[in-house]
């Protein structure tokens, strides 16, 4: 069985500065997907970013990168130019790939605090 | 509007009172979830469906029962719940197409006194 471990708990950031968020996963398949979500107070879950195991090009979106080092089983999540809207509880997360009966696998989370 | 609609929000209730959550998605998709999140553990999976009548245990299915007679309704239910059934419960959809994410529910508070 896969597992997703997220050893930060807690982190902060300066608003405007970098934060690295990390995760680690343990698998023994090769085709799989690797996902962030951000859940804020509101308790909506909130895809931030994917990255598929057979594509070496880190993903992207807008502020969020990702680190993903496939021989390491790492990937961890940087937020460039911090707002205090990013301040929320990050989960990450593992997917097998399709025709695999199960669903998501998730970490334990990092709540992340931005410091205006 | 794409949406994964769960029922009630919130709920407070006795231990042993038999109750349903309701999930239910609008997107034709064939895959369904129920995820249960407690602090310190993140979101753990409950039971899962591919498709209608197809059903199997996640990693914490105990005390739980799910039913899929239906394409867009999964939903949930608490035969004899207990108060360690306390959490915030999610559903999800998702099309099972490559990288396509989950589309989840807005969460479903359970008290169990």
């Known amino acids: 069985a896969q597992t997703v471990t997220q050893s930060q708990p807690e982190m902060s950031v300066q608003e405007a500065e970098t934060v690295t968020l990390s995760c680690t996963y343990d698998?023994?398949?090769?085709?799989?997907?690797l996902f962030w979500y951000k859940q804020p107070p509101s308790r909506q879950m909130i895809l931030v970013i994917r990255?598929?195991?057979?594509?070496?090009q880190n993903a992207t979106e807008n502020r969020f990168s990702v680190n993903f080092q496939k021989a390491a089983k790492s990937f961890s999540l940087k937020i460039s130019d911090s707002q205090l809207g990013d301040a929320a509880m990050y989960f990450c997360?593992?997917?097998?790939?399709?025709?695999?009966?199960?669903?998501?696998?998730f970490g334990s989370g990092t709540q992340l605090t931005v410091l205006p | 509007e794409a949406q994964v609609t769960q029922n009630p929000r919130y709920l407070i209730t006795v231990t042993g009172k038999k109750l349903t959550v309701t999930c239910s998605q609008n997107?034709?998709?064939?895959?369904m979830s129920w995820y249960r999140q407690d602090p310190g553990l993140g979101l753990r999976q409950i039971y899962y469906?591919?498709?209608?009548?197809?059903?199997d245990k996640g990693d914490v299915p105990e005390g739980y029962k799910v039913s899929r007679k239906e394409k867009r309704n999964f939903p949930l239910i608490l035969e004899s719940p207990s108060p360690n059934q306390t959490s915030l419960y999610f559903c999800?959809?998702?099309?099972?197409?490559?990288?396509?994410?989950?589309?989840f529910g807005d969460g479903t508070r359970l008290s169990i006194l």
């Open positions: 999800a959809s998702s099309s099972g197409e490559r990288v396509k994410p989950q589309h």
């Open positions: 997107m034709n998709h064939e895959y």
């Open positions: 997360a593992y997917r097998s790939a399709p025709g695999s009966a199960r669903q998501l696998t």
């Open positions: 990255q598929e195991a057979y594509k070496q």
């Open positions: 469906s591919m498709n209608v009548e197809v059903t």
């Open positions: 698998t023994s398949e090769s085709d799989y997907y």
